[in-house]
């Protein structure tokens, strides 16, 4: 889903008020509860660099949550960027491609 178009549709009038697109949660079940320890874990009220980790077995949601907070959340910061599938893609091409996808989007640069 287009950040543009959630900012429009989804206007926070809290700093860390959660609201997510429907489309992505419809039918997820567990999903509000996740959220809300992943925020919590963040603490996006905090001056200090956070890093939360989220593994587990394929298909139970790492991916969606990481994705559903990412893009509640990146407005809120000068740069950011969603990589998704690192490994798979690492594996498949140039690491070299990761980063520069990375920083030309923290960057705001077209590529």
């Known amino acids: 889903m287009n950040p543009r178009l959630l900012r429009k549709l989804l ?3 809290g700093k860390n008020q959660l609201m997510y697109p429907q489309a992505i949660c419809e039918g997820l079940v567990g ?3 996740c959220l809300q320890d992943m925020v919590s874990l963040l603490c996006l009220e ?23 907070v990412y893009q509640r959340f990146c407005t809120q910061f000068k740069g950011c960027c969603f990589l998704s599938n690192v490994r798979e893609k690492s594996q498949k091409g140039d690491p070299t491609d990761l980063q520069i996808q990375l920083l030309s989007q923290i960057l705001g640069e077209a590529g």
């Open 11 to 13: 206007p926070g009038s």
């Open 46 to 68: 905090s001056d200090d660099v956070r890093m939360v980790g989220l593994w587990g077995m394929a298909g139970i949601g790492k991916t969606t949550i990481a994705e559903v």
């Open 31 to 33: 999903m509000d509860s």
